[in-house]
């Protein structure tokens, strides 16, 4: 079974930019849900997706946002890029997610996001 | 405070020492992951526990859910165990993770 595919690998932009970054998840699974990883904060949840509907979101101001299509996969867009959003985005997709019962979590490889 | 403390944040040892890394939490979860994250980024999900203990291998993970704690053990360490391990809780349903153990073991 394949795992968690995450694209593109890396990416640079400037300040003031958007981006689109793109999840698909192991077959069958139906929860995606977004992390973002930098040096000074950690790992923290920016959102989940189930069923094409977001389930839960984190502390992230608006200019984060997603959505699930029909086949599982998400996409995150971040608009109006900041030096601060410089970071490794992860996703991570599993059978259930939150509800219920938590199960565990397949993380993709990430995307490594540069802010100029 | 941060809702997830883990120790120590760094750790070398020799090739074969047992290792233990320890992860407290402060919040009500439903069940506490333990994650490797090797140099490039990617993130294996290595336990999940609600209770009681769990053994994969040379890792042994335990959980104590009245005192709020949990251990990752790693028996016969070896230089491939190199890596960030990070504890994270499930609680109000979603992941809320610890700043992570860098362990480097040397041969």
């Known amino acids: 079974k394949a795992g968690v595919t995450q694209t593109p690998r890396y990416l640079i932009k400037t300040r003031g930019q958007q981006v689109t970054l793109s999840c698909s998840p192991i077959s069958g699974h139906r929860s995606v849900s977004w992390y973002q990883q930098t040096p000074g904060q950690g790992l923290q949840f920016l959102f989940e997706?189930?069923?094409?509907?977001?389930?839960n979101k984190g502390n992230f101001p608006g200019r984060f946002s997603g959505r699930q299509f029909s086949n599982s996969r998400s996409e995150m867009n971040v608009s109006t890029l900041e030096l601060g959003d410089s970071a490794l985005y992860l996703c991570?997709?599993?059978?259930?997610?939150?509800?219920?019962?938590?199960?565990?979590?397949?993380f993709g490889p990430g995307t490594r996001l540069t802010v100029l | 405070k941060n809702e997830v403390e883990q120790s120590p944040q760094n750790l070398t040892a020799q090739e074969g020492e047992f290792i233990t890394i320890n992860c407290s939490y402060s919040v009500g979860i439903s069940a506490l992951h333990w994650l490797q994250q090797h140099p490039g980024g990617g993130i294996v999900s290595l336990f999940m526990?609600?209770?009681g203990k769990k053994k994969h291998g040379r890792l042994i993970a335990t959980i104590n859910i009245q005192e709020k704690h949990s251990s990752l053990h790693i028996t016969a360490s070896h230089p491939r165990d190199s890596a960030v391990y990070i504890c994270?809780?499930?609680?109000?349903?979603?992941?809320?993770f610890g700043t992570g153990t860098r362990l480097t073991i040397i041969p």
């Open positions: 994270a809780v499930f609680g109000n349903e979603k992941l809320t």
């Open positions: 997706y189930f069923s094409e509907t977001q389930r």
């Open positions: 991570a997709s599993s059978f259930r997610g939150g509800r219920g019962r938590p199960d565990t979590q397949y």
């Open positions: 526990l609600s209770s």
